[in-house]
């Protein structure tokens, strides 16, 4: 061979080198660009749920919660109870119930972020007597737990993630991860040719593909970058953009993204990355996963299909084990530890339950709702959306129990189920804390608390009974309870009746309204006039028209529970309305988008006298009235009993001195239910009362009211003198308002007292 032949295939090797040089260097420049114009940040990358938040436990000294509604909290959050407590979402008891200790999950609140803390309580009389931090027995006197994540909103073709910082990340998922995947990860600049001589020999050996030469930063360009082909094509970019990936970014940035970009499984949506699949599979942070767990999840990497734990169980168990022998064998497990985790159950948690111990779909369709008037309608458009609520999980699992025990009951020997729609609200901060949207709680249907709008019967009683207080009327007013007839504006008559059939003749005011009388209550209303009592519900809340006729004041218009909620909070608040609110705070990053708190605060509406005469009322309703089953508890509760036309709708509202509740039972299609108010939806209030407990009502008596004893002799209502009137038998204390009673209305018995001096003393220390 000539020299000079050998010298021109030189030439030509080393043009042709230049040539591909050039080449490499083109698609080097072409993918760094490529890459770089789509940048490794989630944020950027993907347009991420909503995620929606309960409202966390606050925690302070002496505040009522007994030790086993703490527990019960920490159980809803998915902490552990072990007996040395030491990392987040861990918790120890002691044996008498007196102490506890809970190492608190750092959490992102709405005000900011708070680390880990380790907080020791300690119980005494169903109160905290004290809160310190368990690690330098410094007093703590305010702290909040981390909130129940409830939901993820988005819009409908997005994937499902939640995304994660590598910061987030436990080290035996990140070690676990690279020896399974990719053993020379923080060595190789993103191609590994040992990992591809290694899966080779290992193909050949075992007949068949059992493990790929893939890094992992081929896996993620594969996944975020290229489509799913497999051409010679797609694996030439793949090889080369993997280069520039690892060339451009850091190794954390490219573990922290693959974290989250790695597909990991199917619900309703993908699940995609570690984030999400730890809260789907078993319902805990991804901080929080034990070795068993981290082994099942990187071992589903592999194939999610394949290994679904829920669908392939035994498949799944197989192949966790083999993840856990491998790191027994790198040396991240004893032997005595391997033999420990393989001994574990699966441990995965309900599919309903991977966020929340309770599915909210009532809740969240009011949420939903509020979010599209409060941001609008295209507020999913916005990334990264952290909503904090005010559902209060224990409050959800009390109206949830109520409503599946009790309409259990009640359709028990029914053809026709029943249905039933429940709202709880906070009656002094305007909170809604619970919703039921149906007799099955869990139905993603149609939300009744806001959709079905029936008639409420006698639930508006309390509405005309203020509006009578304001214009002249008290508790202790005389009325006749005997057949009534009204003509109507189309010259007809209307003759309404009594539930019962019966009449008591002359009664007071506060015995028809606690007896729930409709005959008083009409000639009440028709003294005051129906336009006034309309008046009164529209300052209450209720935005919507309603005919001044005389049917209104026993309740023929109709509202949804959500609206007659509204109507209460306002009277429960001695007339102060506030608009009922799911949302506390909505988030995007670190900005507050929304805040409740700077929106405008109560406005006063009515007068609180009336309202407090209102509320006294309501308590007659609880403790003599319509429903005295309620008596049982032996505190001081306000509510009301409704029952529409023909027994068609039941209704019930009432309140202590947390929580104001309204309930509906009835059929979907206005059918006849044959219940009341006390023997339907009563009944419901009563069961939530007994999971709750009930903090009797403490209400402000307003300026202007006083204590007056009334003469209940005859037809005419009159106030007596405690001292002279020694010989009237029947008699009754009652709270008045102080400008609706003047001297000449006070009855003397002892008619030697005409001393004007000492009526006016006596006058003056009534009120």
Same mark, same amino acid.
């Given at each position: 061979?000539?020299?000079?032949?050998?010298? +021109?295939?030189i030439?030509?090797?080393?043009?042709?080198?230049?040539?591909?040089?050039?080449?490499?260097?083109?698609?080097?420049?072409?993918?760094?660009?490529?890459?770089?114009?789509?940048?490794?940040?989630?944020?950027?990358k993907?347009?991420?749920?909503?995620?929606?938040?309960?409202?966390?436990?606050?925690?302070?000294?002496?505040?009522?919660?007994?030790?086993d509604?703490?527990?019960?909290?920490?159980?809803?959050?998915?902490?552990?109870?072990?007996?040395?407590?030491?990392?987040?979402?861990?918790?120890?008891?002691?044996?008498?119930?007196?102490?506890m200790?809970?190492?608190?999950?750092?959490?992102?609140?709405?005000?900011?972020?708070?680390?880990?803390?380790?907080?020791?309580?300690?119980f005494?009389?169903?109160?905290?007597?004290?809160?310190?931090?368990?690690?330098?027995?410094?007093?703590?006197?305010?702290?909040?737990?981390?909130?129940?994540?409830?939901?993820?909103?988005?819009?409908?073709?997005?994937?499902?993630?939640?995304?994660?910082?590598?910061?987030?990340?436990?080290?035996?998922?990140i070690?676990?991860? *690279?020896?399974?995947?990719?053993?020379?990860?923080?060595?190789?600049?993103?191609?590994?040719?040992?990992?591809?001589?290694?899966?080779?020999?290992?193909?050949?050996?075992?007949?068949?593909?059992?493990?790929?030469?893939?890094?992992?930063?081929?896996?993620?360009? @594969?996944?975020?970058?290229?489509?799913?082909?497999?051409?010679?094509?797609?694996? &030439?970019?793949?090889?080369?953009?993997?280069? *520039? #990936?690892?060339?451009?970014?850091?190794?954390s940035?490219?573990?922290?993204?693959?974290?989250?970009?790695?597909?990991?499984?199917?619900?309703?949506?993908?699940?995609?990355?570690f984030?999400?699949?730890?809260?789907?599979?078993?319902?805990?942070?991804?901080?929080?996963?034990?070795?068993?767990?981290?082994?099942?999840l990187?071992?589903?990497? @592999?194939?999610?299909?394949?290994?679904?734990?829920?669908?392939?169980?035994?498949?799944?168990?197989?192949?966790?084990?083999?993840?856990? %022998?491998?790191?027994?064998?790198?040396?991240?497990?004893?032997?005595?530890?391997?033999?420990?985790?393989?001994? @574990?159950?699966?441990?995965?948690?309900?599919?309903?339950?991977?966020?929340?111990?309770?599915?909210v779909?009532?809740?969240?369709?009011?949420?939903?709702?509020?979010?599209? +008037?409060k941001?609008?309608?295209?507020?999913?458009d916005?990334?990264?959306?952290?909503?904090?609520?005010?559902?209060?999980?224990?409050?959800?699992?009390?109206?949830?129990?109520?409503?599946?025990?009790?309409?259990?009951?009640?359709?028990?020997?029914?053809?026709?189920?029943l249905? %039933?729609?429940?709202?709880?609200?906070?009656?002094?901060?305007?909170?809604?804390?619970?919703? &039921?949207?149906s007799?099955?709680?869990?139905?993603?249907?149609?939300?009744?608390?806001? @959709?079905?709008?029936?008639?409420?019967?006698?639930?508006?009683k309390?509405?005309?009974?203020?509006?009578?207080?304001?214009?002249?009327?008290?508790?202790?007013?005389?009325?006749?309870?005997?057949?009534?007839t009204v003509?109507?504006?189309?010259?007809?008559?209307? %003759?309404?009746?009594?539930?019962?059939?019966?009449?008591?003749?002359?009664?007071?005011l506060?015995?028809?309204?606690?007896?729930?009388?409709n005959?008083?209550?009409?000639?009440?209303?028709?003294?005051?006039? #129906?336009?006034?009592?309309?008046?009164?519900?529209?300052?209450?809340?209720?935005?919507?028209?309603?005919?001044?006729?005389?049917?209104?004041?026993?309740?023929?218009?109709a509202?949804?529970?959500?609206?007659?909620?509204?109507m209460?909070?306002?009277?429960?608040?001695?007339?102060?309305?506030?608009?009922?609110?799911?949302?506390?705070?909505?988030?995007?990053?670190?900005?507050?988008?929304?805040?409740?708190?700077?929106?405008?605060?109560?406005?006063?509406?009515?007068?609180?006298?009336?309202?407090?005469?209102?509320?006294?009322?309501?308590?007659? #309703?609880?403790?003599?009235?319509?429903?005295?089953?309620?008596?049982?508890?032996?505190?001081?509760?306000?509510?009301?009993?409704?029952?529409?036309?023909?027994?068609?709708?039941?209704?019930?509202?009432?309140?202590?001195?947390?929580?104001?509740?309204?309930?509906?039972?009835?059929?979907d299609?206005?059918? +006849?239910?044959?219940?009341?108010?006390?023997?339907?939806?009563?009944?419901?209030?009563?069961?939530?009362?007994?999971?709750?407990?009930?903090?009797?009502?403490?209400?402000?008596?307003?300026?202007? *009211?006083?204590?007056?004893?009334? %003469?209940l002799?005859?037809?005419?209502s009159?106030?007596?003198?405690?001292?002279?009137?020694?010989d009237?038998?029947?008699?009754?204390?009652?709270?008045?308002?102080?400008?609706?009673?003047?001297?000449?209305?006070v009855?003397?018995?002892?008619?030697?007292?005409?001393?004007?001096?000492?009526?006016?003393?006596?006058?003056?220390?009534?009120?």
């Amino acid at each position: 061979m000539s020299k000079s032949f050998i010298g +021109k295939l030189i030439a030509l090797g080393f043009k042709l080198g230049l040539v591909l040089a050039v080449i490499f260097a083109i698609l080097c420049a072409y993918y760094y660009v490529v890459i770089s114009s789509s940048s490794l940040d989630a944020e950027q990358k993907w347009k991420t749920p909503a995620v929606v938040y309960s409202r966390p436990l606050e925690l302070t000294v002496e505040q009522k919660i007994t030790f086993d509604q703490l527990e019960h909290e920490l159980t809803l959050l998915k902490y552990r109870k072990v007996s040395n407590p030491a990392n987040p979402g861990e918790y120890g008891t002691s044996r008498n119930k007196d102490h506890m200790v809970i190492i608190r999950r750092p959490f992102n609140f709405s005000y900011g972020p708070e680390e880990s803390r380790p907080i020791h309580i300690v119980f005494k009389n169903s109160r905290i007597s004290s809160i310190s931090d368990a690690a330098t027995g410094e007093n703590i006197d305010i702290i909040q737990l981390d909130p129940v994540l409830l939901e993820r909103l988005s819009s409908s073709g997005e994937e499902d993630r939640l995304l994660i910082s590598i910061d987030d990340v436990p080290q035996k998922l990140i070690d676990t991860l *690279i020896y399974v995947e990719d053993r020379d990860f923080y060595s190789h600049h993103g191609i590994s040719i040992k990992g591809i001589l290694r899966a080779i020999f290992v193909n050949i050996r075992a007949g068949r593909k059992v493990q790929g030469g893939s890094t992992i930063s081929q896996q993620l360009v @594969k996944n975020y970058f290229l489509s799913s082909n497999k051409t010679l094509d797609r694996k &030439v970019r793949e090889l080369f953009m993997s280069i *520039i #990936v690892d060339a451009r970014y850091e190794k954390s940035q490219i573990l922290e993204m693959y974290l989250n970009e790695i597909y990991l499984g199917h619900s309703n949506k993908d699940i995609y990355g570690f984030g999400l699949a730890s809260y789907f599979y078993f319902g805990i942070p991804v901080s929080e996963l034990d070795w068993h767990q981290v082994a099942l999840l990187v071992g589903m990497v @592999k194939g999610p299909s394949q290994y679904d734990p829920r669908r392939h169980p035994e498949a799944a168990l197989k192949r966790r084990n083999l993840v856990l %022998s491998l790191m027994k064998q790198a040396g991240k497990l004893t032997d005595k530890q391997y033999e420990y985790y393989v001994a @574990k159950p699966l441990g995965i948690v309900d599919k309903d339950k991977n966020f929340s111990i309770i599915k909210v779909p009532g809740y969240i369709s009011i949420l939903k709702d509020e979010l599209k +008037k409060k941001l609008g309608d295209d507020y999913l458009d916005s990334n990264g959306l952290v909503i904090f609520t005010s559902l209060d999980p224990q409050v959800q699992l009390a109206a949830n129990t109520a409503v599946k025990e009790e309409l259990g009951r009640l359709n028990a020997k029914r053809t026709k189920k029943l249905e %039933s729609a429940v709202v709880v609200s906070n009656w002094r901060t305007g909170d809604i804390l619970a919703v &039921v949207g149906s007799s099955d709680p869990q139905f993603q249907g149609m939300n009744r608390v806001t @959709k079905a709008r029936r008639q409420v019967g006698s639930l508006v009683k309390p509405a005309a009974y203020l509006t009578a207080f304001s214009n002249g009327w008290h508790l202790g007013s005389m009325v006749h309870d005997a057949p009534v007839t009204v003509k109507m504006r189309n010259g007809q008559n209307w %003759s309404p009746k009594n539930f019962s059939g019966t009449y008591s003749g002359w009664i007071p005011l506060y015995q028809g309204f606690a007896k729930s009388l409709n005959v008083p209550m009409v000639r009440v209303g028709m003294n005051v006039g #129906v336009q006034k009592v309309v008046d009164t519900i529209h300052r209450l809340g209720i935005e919507q028209e309603i005919d001044a006729v005389p049917s209104t004041l026993l309740g023929s218009f109709a509202l949804t529970p959500i609206e007659v909620n509204q109507m209460y909070a306002t009277i429960a608040t001695e007339g102060a309305y506030r608009q009922l609110s799911a949302i506390r705070v909505v988030r995007r990053g670190s900005d507050i988008i929304y805040d409740r708190e700077s929106q405008a605060d109560k406005v006063q509406v009515l007068d609180p006298r009336d309202a407090y005469l209102t509320i006294y009322g309501m308590t007659n #309703v609880t403790s003599f009235g319509t429903a005295r089953s309620l008596k049982k508890y032996n505190a001081v509760i306000a509510g009301k009993t409704g029952t529409s036309n023909d027994g068609i709708d039941s209704w019930f509202s009432g309140f202590d001195n947390d929580e104001l509740v309204t309930v509906w039972v009835g059929n979907d299609d206005n059918t +006849k239910t044959n219940l009341t108010g006390a023997t339907g939806a009563l009944p419901v209030y009563d069961r939530f009362l007994s999971i709750r407990g009930v903090h009797s009502l403490v209400t402000a008596i307003p300026e202007g *009211i006083a204590d007056a004893y009334f %003469s209940l002799e005859g037809a005419d209502s009159y106030i007596m003198d405690p001292e002279t009137c020694t010989d009237v038998s029947r008699f009754v204390l009652l709270p008045v308002r102080e400008d609706m009673i003047n001297e000449e209305e006070v009855r003397y018995c002892n008619t030697e007292k005409e001393s004007d001096d000492r009526m006016g003393d006596f006058i003056r220390s009534l009120f």
